[in-house]
């Protein structure tokens, strides 16, 4: 199979070496613009345009990644590829350009090219979901909904309209965040269970389901406090909350066992950045002894960037038959991660801290990204090597 049509045969391919070139490419321009070097988009405030971009330029191509490649999966169904994959790949790019030319387009224009995407990966994933009737995959629709309401909130700002662009933003990590309780708690205990087995490892891993459903409520209502509370003791008592249920929910997990094995403990570190992301949150609105701006970016930063290329690494290799065995050099992604989250979160906590550090955070967590598309691009690009399709 030549190399463009291997492109187009599942959503993961596509979207996550464009979420991986993207996000290598828009944290630099961040760090340009706020350096001085050149100017940003004519597009709300500079922060605005720069969270907007993680948010549903790189996180979105993740999630459309593992979606439209997991829930084909879960339903039974006939994976979106070929033309139709293109087209909804040619959607989220489309708004990529939008976003950037921003100021020298329209506002309305730039609005209706971005707003298209998160609506047409809905369409894409119901048409398998809806009739499959499964409850537990169900709840992605609203929650890509949701989403789309934060973007479109964000958008009508833009256009002139008296809506919280920043809250909604806020509640867009959120909801990202619910996203991330949800798929990882389902995936990282079933994982580790299965290679300790593979292993001969004599150890249990434990879900409690109960648990599950706590953290899930926990990160949901944190969700609902900060759209009607934000910042506020409510969000700090909901959000303490969430990081105990989520730190105890991991706790039967054999996170220690995974540590010979990148592909397993840079899941469980993924959750663990929620897991802190929530604490930091927590000390903020409560005490006021952090900024919250370090608690976003544990969430944003650590939780997101982390458990992105966690799974990104990890389904790229197992959807073209390849053994579960990191390219060489691979591992570096992961410490790059969390080295740019660490010094992002530590930047924001200490409000005097020199501007190096954040330099130092955005061009280490954009490094992890643009290494992953260097070792990553032949495997994505390339066909699967046990002949299938896919």
């Known amino acids: ?48 345009w720069h969270a907007h971009e993680m948010l549903f330029g790189v996180v979105a191509a993740a999630i459309a990644g593992f979606l439209t490649t997991s829930v084909p999966v879960w339903t039974n169904t006939r994976a979106i590829a070929g033309g139709p994959l293109a087209a909804l790949f040619g959607i989220w790019l489309a708004g990529r350009v939008a976003m950037a030319l921003a100021g020298r387009v329209g506002a309305g224009p730039v ?9 047409a990966l809905a369409f894409v994933l119901a048409r398998a979901l809806v009739p499959a009737r499964q409850p537990r995959n169900l709840g992605f629709l609203p929650v890509l909904a949701a989403l789309w309401l934060c973007n479109a909130a964000v958008h009508a700002q833009a256009l002139g309209f008296p809506w919280p662009a920043a809250q909604a933003l806020r509640l867009a990590v959120d909801l990202v965040v ?16 299965n290679a300790l087995l593979r292993e001969g490892v004599d150890a249990v891993v434990r879900s409690r389901p109960w648990l599950d459903r706590v953290a899930i409520a926990a990160a949901v209502g944190l969700a609902v406090a900060d759209l009607l509370a934000p910042r506020t003791r409510a969000t700090g008592i909901v959000a303490g ?44 609105d409560l005490s006021g002894a952090l900024p919250p701006q370090a608690g976003l970016h544990a969430l944003s930063a650590g ?88």
Do not use: E, K, N
Request: aromatic share 10%; net charge positive.
């Open 241 to 284: 909350l969430a990081a105990v249920a989520l730190a105890g929910r991991m706790l039967g997990w054999q996170t220690l066992r995974t540590r010979r094995d990148p592909l397993l403990w840079s899941l469980h570190a993924g959750l663990a950045w929620v897991a802190v992301g929530f604490g930091l949150v927590a000390v903020s």
């Open 303 to 390: 939780a997101m960037g982390a458990m992105v290329l966690a799974v990104m690494t990890r389904v790229a290799l197992g959807h073209t038959g390849r053994a579960l065995v990191l390219p060489r050099g691979a591992a570096l992604c992961y410490v790059l991660v969390h080295l740019g989250a660490l010094l992002r979160v530590t930047a924001a906590a200490i409000p005097t801290s020199p501007p190096a550090l954040l330099v130092a955070a955005g061009v280490s967590w954009a490094g992890a990204f643009a290494l992953y598309a260097v070792l990553y691009a032949p495997i994505l690009c390339g066909p699967r090597v046990d002949g299938r399709l896919g």
């Open 1 to 48: 199979m030549a190399a463009s049509s291997a492109l187009w045969g599942r959503g993961f391919r596509p979207f996550f070496l464009g979420a991986a070139l993207y996000a290598g490419v828009v944290v630099p321009a961040w760090l340009a613009i706020w350096l001085s070097v050149v100017s940003s988009p004519a597009w709300l405030w500079p922060s605005a």
């Open 111 to 119: 609005a209706a090219l971005d707003l298209a995407f998160l609506p």
């Open 178 to 193: 619910v996203l991330i309780v949800v798929i990882g708690g389902r995936i990282t205990p079933a994982f580790t269970r």
